[in-house]
């Protein structure tokens, strides 16, 4: 996992002595890895044959998983301490992953895992985000579509929304300078595919990584959720100018968000999405985008 990662760099700083304080406090988060290591087992027997280097991936990261298990367990136990790099990078892959192919199963392991080998870290991205995306609407009831123009860009995924088919397409910045850069791809993406539709913005990075302390899971989740739309207020209209509103009518903000559980001492990682419409309101595509809304409505996304 890159250092630039945002979440990365606000863990760093406290990653010893939060490493530390797993080893001390025996049983703290295992059930945690063991749910992880039973998601990687089964996402190892779903690649089967058909997905080899996915395979591997997922292997790698559940060595990882099992040796955090045996630390929190005993810290004296036989084994080398993986980099907080390496466990963030290993939960996060199979949580994303798991959810991905829960709800996508349908369409097989090489279209769902095959972004794992890809030579372009921006498209393995952008796929990611997209696969993501459509995992969310199908659990919503909307039927998706995973290539669904001829030009098969990456990140762009099909979404019917009562019977009107819509392409979204992702959008990835690794820095808040690459904003328009994303957004202004995003939209030649939509308008290549033929279709309208949503723009698909990954906003980790454009987010305040500072730790969040809450006593509940469901305070972690609104206090998330309230970042997503702090930053979605500032973002809407640069989005919009970058992409232009002829094919995407509505933005959606997608961020995995860490916080922490100060009753259960247990790290929650939620996945948030947020939404806001690009068109003007007496757009007649609004109606589609409120057929969206309703339907997100109805996806518990943490």
């Known amino acids: 996992m890159p250092d630039t990662h945002p979440l990365a760099r606000a863990l760093a700083a406290q990653a010893d002595a939060q490493i530390n304080e797993l080893a001390r406090a025996r ?167 033929g279709r309208p539709g949503l723009i698909v913005l990954e906003a980790g990075m454009l987010l305040d990584w500072s730790p969040i302390n809450v006593a509940d899971d469901a305070t972690a989740v609104a206090i998330m959720n309230e970042r997503l739309d702090a930053l979605m207020i500032g973002v809407r209209d640069r989005v919009a100018d970058a992409a232009g509103t002829d094919h995407a009518f509505g933005l959606v903000l997608h961020a995995t968000l860490p916080a922490l559980n100060a009753a259960s001492r247990r790290m929650l990682f939620a996945e948030c999405l947020r939404a806001v419409n690009l068109c003007d309101a007496d757009d007649p595509r609004i109606h589609g985008f409120q057929t969206f809304i309703t339907a997100l409505g109805k996806v518990d996304a943490g």
């Open 27 to 193: 049983g703290l988060g295992r059930d945690t890895f063991d749910t992880l290591v039973h998601k990687a087992t089964a996402l190892l027997e779903f690649a089967g044959d058909d997905a080899p280097v996915a395979a591997d991936i997922v292997r790698d990261h559940r060595c990882v998983l099992r040796a955090v298990a045996r630390l929190i367990d005993d810290p004296t136990a036989d084994e080398i301490p993986p980099s907080n790099d390496a466990v963030y990078a290993a939960v996060l892959d199979i949580t994303e992953l798991d959810a991905i192919t829960s709800a996508l199963r349908r369409f097989g392991p090489g279209p769902l895992l095959g972004h794992l080998n890809g030579d372009d870290p921006a498209a393995r991205r952008r796929d990611r985000l997209g696969l993501s995306f459509a995992a969310v609407c199908a659990r919503a009831g909307l039927p998706v579509e995973i290539d669904p123009g001829p030009s098969g860009e990456a990140g762009v995924v099909g979404v019917t929304l009562d019977r009107w088919p819509i392409a979204a397409a992702a959008a990835v910045p690794l820095a808040p300078g690459e904003l328009e850069v994303e957004s202004r791809r995003a939209g030649e993406a939509l308008r290549r595919s």
